[in-house]
Nanobody, 121 residues
Framework: QVQLVESGGGLVQPGGSLRLSCAVS????????MGWYRQAPGKQRELVAT???????NYADSVQGRFTISRDVAKNTVDLQMNSLKPEDTAVYYC???????????????WGQGTQVTVSS
């Protein structure tokens, strides 16, 4: 069973920083990409940032220049450093992993349970 364990959410003032971490628990054969999504109340889940196995990154326009995604391939972890946080960044943040559990299995998408980030004074 593959599980994603997230940590690092919380309450922060506008302009502050938080770092989210996500670790893959359980055996997985290969990972194509890891990333973070978020969902604010009353809104659809949206992409925040992704990083591929090759190191290519992709960011939502709204976080470009403020957030940095990083991945440790050996440890199967992905972090999201969030700086200059704004109230509109308030949301539940979800870790996302796309990969194959076994050598000959099809690719699957796994989700974490979500961690709350609240930006407020």
């Amino acid at each position: 069973q593959v599980q994603l364990v997230e940590s690092g959410g919380g309450l922060v003032q506008p302009g502050g920083s938080l770092r989210l971490s996500c670790a893959v628990s359980g055996s997985i054969f290969s990972i194509r990409a890891m990333g973070w999504y978020r969902q604010a109340p009353g809104k659809q889940r949206e992409l925040v940032a992704t990083v591929t196995s090759g190191g290519s990154t992709n960011y939502a326009d709204s976080v470009q220049g403020r957030f940095t995604i990083s991945r440790d391939v050996a440890k199967n972890t992905v972090d999201l450093q969030m700086n200059s946080l704004k109230p509109e960044d308030t949301a539940v943040y979800y870790c996302n992993v796309e990969g194959r559990r076994f050598r000959f299995s099809s690719s699957q998408v796994y989700w974490g349970q979500g961690t709350q980030v609240t930006v407020s004074s």
